[in-house]
């Protein structure tokens, strides 16, 4: 028939297939492969963990040294799916897991978990070869261009032109966060095709830039403990405490990363239009302005000569005091008991409430995750299956499941794997 792609028929059974070779994926077929010996994970890049391989190995976090039911609260409205997943396979039980590949995971000051920097990027090839011992056959170099489903079931999937029989279907593929790194939409398609609704794509986890031309003059400044006030239109919204740093472009670290996609939102961008959305910083958020202007009297009663910039150097970074000195005119040499009764009352207004206006998110290729995906009100919590597909399980961002920056998300990619290739070995196992 013209038009009509030949396909190849193998004569081989392998009871479970997966597609997407992330951290999902690998653990779904390992975690199958315990209860079957045939199991056949495909993988569009030439080697699996790709986008792993891609975060900087300072900023990979595994996990969350948190409750289970903690860690699925981060995930707001979606706290009640994914916390099976996370009772059954939660910080704990991954450490276990990843020290079995002689990965040992530890806090680092925080609630975060990672792994020591000189083997992060060892990770995915500890997970494929984790698989392949279990009995996984892992194909490299191999995109899955169709899934076939007949009915209510998948009977198996095609790549290069070959179709391979399946008994179950995992879809793990990722989301379509950070495309340079082998990201597509492969895994919405298949979910559409299968009857599942897909939730629009927004960015997320992703750098803001701002109005304000700061540039090199703040880049690489980190506040380890600062409160921001997000405000739309002059109008508060929301605040929050915790990590920023500012970058060549605006603003960045775990405040905004964890918030980008909530104010992405209220931005309303489309190109050259937008909300005015503004950021306010308070740089000491434990101590009020009136705290702060009796402990500034102190101090010069102490030492008439102290300066500005002695004052504040344990509470303000350098280069935003060099900020200081440019947009307020007040120098860092300067003793505070110079400063004029204005100066003292801007200083103040400054310290407790600098402000940036949002401009736009930074491009679609830096993002490190996505709000949307496979509905989650379509798949089963208990199993991951879905609940329009008998035998089509998912696992990982490829669902419209999104944590806080930190270890929340990879954790649950790794909860989800565990329990999705888990629910599809019983589910042969039945049949």
Known sequence: ?????????????????????????????????????????????????????????????????????????????????????????????????????????????????????????????????????????????????????????????????????????????????????????????????????????????????????????????????????VFKSEKFQFSDRGNLTFTSYGLAGELVLTHSARIIDLLNWSGAARDKVEIHIDMIPDVDKKEIAAWLAQKIEASPKITVGTVFENHIPLKLRGVMSKIMRIHSDKPVANLSVLERKSLLLWVKDFHVTIKRPRPFNETMGVLGGVSTTEIEPETMRSRKMNNVYFAGEVMDLLGPWGGYNLQMAFSTGYLAGLSAAKSISKE
Request: some cysteine.
């Open 1 to 229: 028939m013209a038009g009509v792609k030949k396909v190849k028929k193998l004569d081989i059974k392998h009871p479970i297939i997966v597609v997407g070779g992330g951290p999902s994926g690998m653990t779904a077929a390992q975690t199958a492969a315990h209860y079957f010996k045939n199991v056949l994970l495909f993988d569009k890049n030439p080697e699996p963990g790709k986008k792993l391989l891609s975060i900087p190995p300072q900023i990979i976090y595994i996990s969350e040294e948190l409750p289970y039911d903690k860690v699925a609260r981060a995930f707001g409205s979606k706290a009640d799916f994914i916390k099976p997943a996370l009772k059954i396979f939660g910080w704990k039980e991954l450490s276990a897991h990843l020290a079995a590949m002689n990965i040992k995971i530890s806090p680092n000051g925080t609630s975060h978990l990672s792994v020591p920097l000189e083997i992060a990027g060892e990770v995915p090839f500890h997970l494929k070869d984790a698989a392949e011992s279990a009995g996984v056959t892992v194909k490299k170099s191999s995109k899955v261009s169709e899934i076939i489903f007949s009915g209510n079931r998948a009977t198996g999937v095609i790549v290069n032109s070959v179709e391979y029989p399946a008994a179950c279907v995992i879809i793990a593929c990722g989301s379509a966060a950070s495309p340079s790194s082998g990201a597509t939409q492969d895994g919405y398609e298949f979910a559409r095709k299968a009857g599942h609704t897909v939730v629009p794509i927004k960015p997320a986890l992703v750098g803001l830039e701002t109005i304000e031309k700061y540039g090199k003059m703040l880049a690489d400044t980190d506040f380890h403990d600062c409160r921001i006030d």
